[in-house]
């Protein structure tokens, strides 16, 4: 077992590395993997994640031992081999957290929306029967000031009533209505807040 090469060693080593001698390669893992570790784990958030770098370096590197081509020394390949899965890691695992945030972000915000589109259309509901409540009379002149529009003396005029009499009928169903809504609200802020 080597625990240091010096670099006529090294340069013998990866001859037999390449050649794909076995030996060779559990050489260079027992020299060079724990300190490839230490190396990522100070750079990383977490022991595992560092040995799960190394672990594919070495994989690789067996691997594609036939075509490796280093001109540097061994040691010098294999750090800065693993300075780039270090930072690819990073890269990955902040592209995984951005996303993560956005998607958590959306997923508020959808759900927000739904919940006040559900509170709108409760809402709705709720002054649709309120205004059931009015008699016939109220319910159409309220629903021809607010659902179409139209000015007190427009919806006199189209009814064959007078304006003061229009206008009493508006006064009536608003305050009837804002009663009701009074009420409302009291429910929908309990129904938030519990």
């Known amino acids: 077992m080597l625990v240091h090469i010096n670099s006529s060693d090294e340069k013998k080593l990866l001859q037999r590395l390449i050649s ?12 060079y993997a724990p300190l490839l ?13 560092a040995r ?22 061994l040691r010098s390949y294999l750090f800065a081999a ?30 927000a929306d739904m919940e006040e589109e559900i509170a709108i259309k409760y809402l709705h509901h709720t002054l649709e029967h309120a205004i059931e409540d009015l008699p016939s009379r109220t319910q159409e002149i309220y629903r021809l000031s607010r659902y179409r529009h139209l000015a007190v ?30 009420k409302l609200t009291l429910l929908l802020l309990t129904w938030l807040f519990l």
Do not use: M, P
């Open 20 to 31: 794909g001698e076995e030996t060779a390669f559990a050489d260079v893992y027992t020299c």
């Open 37 to 49: 570790i230490s190396y990522a784990a100070a750079r990383l958030s977490s022991l595992e994640e």
């Open 52 to 73: 799960d770098i190394i672990q594919d370096l070495f994989v690789y590197l067996w691997d594609e031992r036939k075509y490796l081509n280093i001109n540097t020394s």
């Open 82 to 111: 693993a300075r780039y899965r270090i930072i690819d890691h990073i890269r990955q695992q902040l592209t995984r957290r951005e996303y993560a945030a956005w998607a958590k972000k959306l997923i508020e915000r959808v759900a």
């Open 153 to 182: 003396k427009e919806i006199a005029r189209e009814l064959g009533l007078s304006e003061q009499t229009v206008k009493n009928q508006l006064t009536t169903a608003l305050s009837y209505l804002r009663l009701s809504w009074d």
